[in-house]
Every structure is written in C-alpha cells, then in structure tokens.
C-alpha cells in the first residue's frame, strides 16, 4: 500500500510564505516525477511544480519566480517553498507521484492566503 503523506499548509498573509512537504511510503517502484497541483474553488486542478528524476523542474507561469520544488530521494519526499504569496495562490494544493508501480495522489492541504 501507497501512501502520500502532505504538510505545511495553513493560512498566511499576502507576502508571505509556506514550504509544503509531501513524503511517500509504501511499495513505490521507481519515481520518476513528483510534482504539485492545487485546485481552488470552482476550479480545475492545474499543475503548479513538477520535478523529474534528472532534476529538471518546470513551474506554472502564475509561480514562477515565486515557487521553489526539490526533492529528496533518500526519503521519497517533494517540496515545495512558495513565496511571495497572493491570495490567488488560495487553494487546495496535491502532491503526485509518478512512477513504474504507478500514479499516485495525496489527500490535499489547504493553504490560504488572506489578510
């Protein structure tokens, strides 16, 4: 069994900044990609980071330069520090994980961004 285990997520003011963590565990076979979606309120899931085994990594144009993701494969874990944060960023933010035993999700969490 797979599990996705997600982290940091809460409410901070506009400017401000969150790192969200998100470790897998379980029979993962090779991870190939990890990455970040976020979906807000009557919206679709879209892709905000995305980080392949090489190391290269590709950004949303409405993050880049704001978002940083990393990984670290000793521990199956994804990161993703977000600055600079506009309540725009408000949303339910997912962490994904590709590889040879499959697609896997997390359960979400919730960042906000308000005054």
């Known amino acids: 069994q797979v599990q996705l285990v997600e982290s940091g997520g809460g409410l901070v003011q506009p400017g401000g900044s969150l790192r969200l963590s998100c470790a897998a565990s379980?029979?993962?076979?090779?991870?190939?990609?990890m990455a970040w979606y976020r979906q807000a309120p009557g919206k679709q899931r879209e892709l905000v980071a995305r980080?392949?085994?090489?190391?290269?990594?590709n950004y949303a144009d409405s993050v880049k330069g704001r978002c940083t993701i990393s990984r670290d494969n000793a521990k199956n874990t994804v990161y993703l520090r977000m600055n600079s944060l506009k309540p725009e960023d408000t949303a339910v933010y997912y962490c994904?994980?590709?590889?040879?035993?499959?697609?896997?999700w997390g359960q979400g969490t919730q960042v906000s961004v308000s005054s």
């Open positions: 980080i392949i085994s090489g190391g290269n990594t």
């Open positions: 994904k994980v590709d590889s040879l035993s499959g697609t896997y």
């Open positions: 379980g029979s993962i076979v090779s991870i190939y990609a």
